[in-house]
């Protein structure tokens, strides 16, 4: 413990500091090809053919690859934890997003590389793209997945649920109805350091793959399920990250690069350029989320409905596990006895997106946040002091049923008002996080509050 | 072509027009300058070019024929740091370091011309430099430490040895 509270120097400050810091792009290996992809021109097509014949014979270029390289070409980041995998390493039949990968080339030099990708000939069929997820069911809207506008997979459902007490009786005793539409758009990650792969094929068979990913041993899995090798075939070289906040969750350059180095029996480096980072890269989700909460004319939250349509873009990545934590937390951090949750991932022909520092959360936190200031705002009440009051105690069940332990609203909103100098009135001030009594126990949040306080939790 | 790089001669065959942030780090493996964009918005391939700070993404090597270029590997080493390395260290100033060689050149640049510890001219030298992991304050805070000589040129080490009779939990009820 005697860390807690020093000052020490970071592990890796002194390299930082005198430019030795190797990441991947710094690593150097010799006879080292350069990549280029191909990528979709186009929202939303259908490929009607694909020829890179000529690229192949270019001067220069080693390998090209295309979806018939790929062992197993769709698979998913959550596969291995059982979310059904829809996303091609490499287009195979329609490109779905714009930027997305249709072919591959590893040659000797980056220009070559540039020159034979405009030798692929590739013909589309472009169609119409769907951009608005809100007009995602409506007759006629432009499909994406055949299998329908949303990601189908929770339970038997086709949208995350949740339902808690009774809320049409908290609606029937309202005194106002408070409603809001919230939507969060979508935010590049904008790592300084662009996507990078270096994968080197070794005399035992082995790849030694150098990669700027955040997350070493799904992007393993992800690499093995792709190329059909077991993990021991895998040595991954990673933990110099040149910023990633999410965005390097995926699993992004590493696959295509193993697959040219595996096809031309050279090591490969395929690096993004910084349009190809805007462009293609995965974002932050936008969201649309809607609101309507049942409140007291003395600042209670009775209720609240939430509609939530979560913008997956063309493939599911990580979005299913993003809404679901949204799910959770939608109530925010407050307590609120009586909920009803419907949450959609649906697809449009957008970028995929992917993790972003607390991703579900923090989108819904955003909407819950203006909710609570607009709630007070209709009913004259202060603010704070309408947090304070629904402000999760412990012992208050979250909308996903667990009995908070150490819920830190009140001394968070205590300080944030000593702060930025905020006045309270001295019953808020006096408030702490202790179990709900007296006043600050209404008859509807009686049902709500575990008898134990929480200690059963212990 | 002819460049003196942190004080080293170096013959060239890089093409004419071949940016010299190719040239550092593909020919002659000075891999401190980053390629964060290649198109001069970053300022991450910042390097000095006779005392300036240069983007050298858009430098083309026949601009600069014979001239003498500086990147982080010529500022200091690790047990001799320049003011603005110790700095950046000291004021934890680094977070990814992705931006930090740039950062330090630029910075290098204003406090070895006689910058003071002003906060707008800190970062009217700082400009278009860019951080992500939003280091900015920790980055304008070292810079001004630099500039007002508040530095040691000595890294502070960390010291693992164990620490006689402490206890094992701090917190009363920690489940540690």
Redesign the interface.
């Known amino acids: ?2 860390a ?1 509270g020093a ?4 592990y ?12 991947v ?2 690593v ?1 290996v010799p006879r080292t090809l350069w990549t280029k992809a191909l990528r979709s021109p186009h929202h939303s097509a259908r490929i009607a053919s694909l020829d890179t014949s000529r690229a192949e014979q270019h001067p220069g270029v080693r390998a090209v690859v295309t979806h018939e390289d790929v062992p197993k070409n769709v698979y998913g980041h959550l596969e291995a934890l059982g979310v059904p995998g829809d996303e091609p390493l490499l287009a195979e039949g329609e490109v779905r997003y714009r930027g997305q990968p249709i072919a591959a080339v590893a040659a000797e030099d980056e220009a070559t590389a540039r020159e034979a990708l405009e030798l692929i000939e590739v013909e589309f069929e472009e169609r119409e793209p769907l951009f608005d997820i809100r007009k995602a069911f409506d007759p006629g809207a432009p499909t994406v997945h055949e299998w329908g506008p949303a990601f189908p997979h929770f339970g038997p459902h086709d949208h995350r649920r949740v339902r808690k007490g009774d809320v049409d009786a908290a609606f029937e005793r309202a005194d106002t109805i408070v409603e809001g539409v919230y939507r969060p758009g979508a935010i590049e ?6 996507q990078v792969a270096l994968v080197v094929p070794e005399a035992d068979g082995r790849l030694t793959i150098y990669s700027c990913t955040q997350a070493m041993y799904f992007s393993m899995g992800v690499v093995a399920q792709h190329l059909q090798l077991p993990l021991n075939r895998l040595k991954f070289v990673g933990g110099t ?5 999410g965005g390097k969750v995926d699993t992004a350059s590493e696959t295509i690069a193993a697959l040219l180095a595996v096809k031309a029996g050279r090591p490969v480096k395929w ?1 993004w ?2 349009e190809e980072e805007f462009l293609a890269s995965s974002t932050r989700a936008p969201w649309h989320i809607e609101l309507a909460d049942a409140v007291t004319k003395d600042g209670w939250i009775l209720g609240r409905r939430t509609l939530t349509l979560h913008d997956a873009g063309a493939y599911t990545r990580f979005s299913s596990y993003g809404l679901t934590k949204h799910a959770f937390h939608h109530s925010g951090a407050y307590t609120i006895p009586n909920v009803h949750f419907d949450g959609y991932v649906l697809y449009s022909n957008r970028v995929p997106t992917t993790a972003m520092r607390g991703f579900g959360v923090t989108s819904v936190s955003y909407a819950v946040e203006l909710h609570m200031t607009r709630i007070a705002e209709v009913l004259g009440i202060d603010p704070f002091e309408l947090r304070l009051r629904n402000a999760n105690r412990i012992g208050d069940t979250t909308p996903n049923l667990v009995v908070l332990k150490d819920p830190s609203t009140v001394p968070v909103m205590l300080a944030a008002a000593e702060r930025v100098g905020i006045e309270l009135a001295p019953e808020y001030r006096a408030m702490t996080s202790e179990p709900r009594s007296g006043e600050l126990l209404p008859e509807h949040l009686a049902g709500a509050v575990s008898r134990t306080n929480g200690k059963e939790a212990g | 072509m002819n460049l003196t790089v942190n004080g080293v001669e170096a013959r060239l065959v890089s093409p004419p027009l071949a940016s010299l942030l190719h040239v550092l ?1 593909e020919e002659l ?1 000075v ?2 300058p ?6 001069g ?2 300022g ?1 391939c910042t390097v000095l070019v006779d005392g300036e700070p240069r983007r050298s993404c858009l430098v083309p090597l026949a601009t600069i024929e014979g001239a003498r270029v500086t ?3 010529g ?4 047990d001799d ?1 320049a003011p603005v ?2 700095a ?3 004021g ?1 100033a ?1 977070q ?6 740039g950062m ?1 050149i630029a910075a290098h640049a204003y406090v070895e011309r006689g910058g003071t510890d002003e906060r707008g001219a800190i970062l009217e030298a700082l400009g278009g430099h ?4 939003t280091g900015y304050a920790k980055i304008v805070a070292a810079v001004s430490a630099a500039a007002r000589g508040d530095v040691a040129t000595q ?4 010291s693992y040895e164990p ?1 006689p009779g ?3 939990v ?1 917190v009363k009820g920690s489940p540690a």
């Open positions: 413990m005697k807690v000052r020490l120097p970071r890796d400050g002194l390299a930082h500091v005198t430019g030795r810091t190797t990441y792009d710094d150097r990650h904008v790592p300084l350091e662009p990250v040149g910023g990633g906040f690096r350029t910084r | 780090r493996g891999t401190s980053k390629a964060g964009c290649q198109q918005g970053c991450a990147t982080v590997e500022l200091g080493r690790p740091l390395q110790a950046f260290h000291e934890y680094a990814c370091g992705f931006c930090t060689s330090l860019i951080c992500r992991c890294a502070v080490e960390a620490v402490e206890p094992e701090l």
